[in-house]
């Protein structure tokens, strides 16, 4: 395949990305996180590299150190649920228990220590979500090692304030846990652009990165086994101290190691060889240089001839011969499959905010959010009630802490081919379906439907994460990505604020029955789920029609060989 011919695969799949009501510009569009784009102040954004300009070593180990600090820092506040045991059994907040003859106990936890308990993780987790916004900022404008030496620095100051939170004369628990929250976006999503470092191994680096960052919960579920070996000597503030040195070994790598620009996607790379060949058709007849000296015409134009030719077996070499044809196949077949896809793209992020296609899925994803953080956040205090006994209520806590990366991980590649081969109605269906099961499956009072409930939750968490990251790319299109999904998952993550609420009805309306709140959320879901469902199913089945017009229409405008078409000549 000729490097023109690759150009053309790629431009063809960037023109779609542009969607139906505008032109493809040269090149191709670069996903951005920046929330904000054009509202604001233009600044002069970190210039991207090409993977072929870093030895192929090093690149090797930038995918393995990202890997390594992901796991242990990207999202150890989501394995709260093994840490809470610890949290209790250290007296955190159990001055709060004064008035209910708990004081001094620390196995069971009053109203007041738990509500505080959940409100910290729930802090922790609405501050991932809305702070996701400035990240992607940060990360267009300044690169991903001014972002994860940010993230390193939060991190660090989380895990001072957490370890001596009980020397303070204010909450340190609460903000330094949401420190530590706010590190993991930080860290995490700057090391995305490295999937570009191997562009034909780029699924198999996302899936490295996800994986670990799934498996980040699962931290805090070591500290506790080690706390519990050591007979409770392995205080909180002696493990977070420790832990110092995980954000202090991510600064050193940022500076020794790590990339402090992004890396070209394959679409960068192959524009600009393009670019080089439309300077040489259209720039030359009026290029200053040129235009008092033609003389210098031949040796400019062989000059830039040698260094696109270098640059293009550059690209070849990394790509491999096929790799470009590959990667516009593949996005072909995804665009096919989804049924959905460029829907909104071209259109404005205030055109699809206003869209029922942001309002439905917004709002699916403020019920669901909601209902897998205040899962992780009491498990153990539902199942208490439940089963109607402690030690089976640990035992299915003890199971989640191990599933829950587990089963992140676990499930990396069959999201991955669920995403790509089946159409977004049947993905926001199964999700429906899975969360309406996770939903009845948690109100039984049985051991078998509690380890069923909590298997399902542990592959659904994840998959309903990326299914909503690659709706919002299918439907609202790569160019306004950062504004549109950021603008979700910050108002999905305000409502978190609500577990406060839910945590006072269960404890002080149904008397730590559950139940009712669990059928609520499960109620919204259903119908906010099926109302979704509806309005994609319904929409793919016009937008088909759309394309089967348009093929129709550019079908008539093709003559059959030996035809001759009557212009209106005279008889």
Request: charged share 15%.
């Amino acid at each position: 395949m000729s490097l023109a011919e690759r150009i053309s695969s790629i431009e063809d799949y960037d023109a779609f990305q542009h969607g139906r009501r505008g032109s493809s510009p040269a090149g191709s569009l670069r996903l951005s996180f920046n929330p904000v784009g054009a509202l604001a102040q233009p600044i002069a954004a970190a210039e991207p590299v090409g993977a072929f300009e870093v030895s192929k070593l090093k690149r090797i180990f930038q995918v393995i150190i990202a890997t390594t600090y992901c796991l242990l820092a990207a999202g150890v506040v989501f394995g709260y649920a093994a840490l809470k045991p610890v949290l209790v059994r250290e007296g955190v907040y159990q001055e709060l228990c004064k008035n209910d003859g708990l004081e001094g106990k620390r196995v069971h936890t009053c109203y007041e220590q738990e509500l505080r308990l959940n409100l910290m993780f729930t802090t922790a987790a609405v501050a991932t979500n809305v702070f996701a916004l400035p990240v992607g900022t940060i990360l267009d404008k300044y690169g991903p090692r001014v972002s994860a030496v940010v993230g390193s620095i939060l991190f660090a100051a989380g895990c001072v304030l957490f370890a001596l939170a009980w020397r303070l004369p204010f909450d340190g628990y609460i903000l330094g846990y949401s420190l530590i929250a706010l590190g993991g976006p930080f860290i995490f999503i700057p090391s995305f652009q490295l999937s570009n470092t191997f562009p034909n191994h780029s699924g198999l680096i996302l899936s490295m990165l996800t994986g670990a960052f799934d498996s980040s919960s699962a931290v805090f579920l070591l500290y506790r086994m080690i706390y519990e070996q050591s007979g409770g000597s392995f205080r909180l503030q002696s493990f977070f101290l420790l832990y110092l040195i995980v954000p202090l070994l991510i600064l050193l790598s940022q500076f020794l190691v790590m990339p402090s620009h992004s890396y070209k996607t394959v679409g960068e790379l192959v524009a600009e060889v393009e670019e080089d060949l439309y300077e040489d058709a259209e720039v030359y007849p009026i290029d200053p240089e040129t235009r008092n000296d033609p003389a210098l015409i031949p040796s400019i134009v062989e000059e830039r001839r040698a260094h696109r030719e270098s640059v293009a077996n550059e690209i070849t070499e990394l790509l491999g011969p096929k790799g470009s044809e590959r990667h516009a196949q593949r996005e072909e077949t995804k665009k096919e499959n989804s049924g959905v896809w460029g829907a909104l793209h071209g259109y404005t992020a205030v055109e699809q905010i206003r869209s029922p296609w942001f309002v439905l899925i917004t709002l699916f994803t403020v019920v669901q959010m909601t209902r897998i953080n205040y899962f992780v956040a009491t498990i153990r205090r539902q199942y208490e009630f439940l089963l109607g006994d402690h030690g089976k209520a640990v035992r299915i806590n003890s199971f989640f802490d191990v599933a829950l990366p587990l089963g992140g991980v676990a499930a990396v590649p069959f999201i991955g081919l669920i995403l790509d081969n089946m159409s977004t109605p049947f993905v926001l269906t199964l999700l429906v379906a899975m969360a309406t099961a996770i939903g009845l499956l948690g109100v039984l009072p049985y051991m078998w439907a509690a380890y069923a409930n909590v298997l399902l939750f542990v592959i659904y968490r994840p998959l309903y994460y990326t299914a909503v990251s690659d709706y919002a790319a299918k439907v609202f299109g790569f160019q306004t990505f950062g504004k549109v999904y950021g603008l979700i998952i910050c108002l999905s993550g305000l409502f978190n604020f609500s577990q406060s609420a839910l945590d006072a009805l269960t404890h002080k309306v149904f008397h730590h029955d559950p139940r009712p709140v669990d059928l609520l959320l499960l109620g919204l879901a259903v119908v906010v789920g099926s109302g979704l469902v509806g309005f994609v199913g319904v929409k793919k089945k016009a937008l088909r029609r759309e394309m089967l017009g348009e093929e129709a229409e550019g079908a008539r405008e093709i003559l059959m060989p030996g035809a001759v078409r009557d212009y209106g000549a005279a008889e």
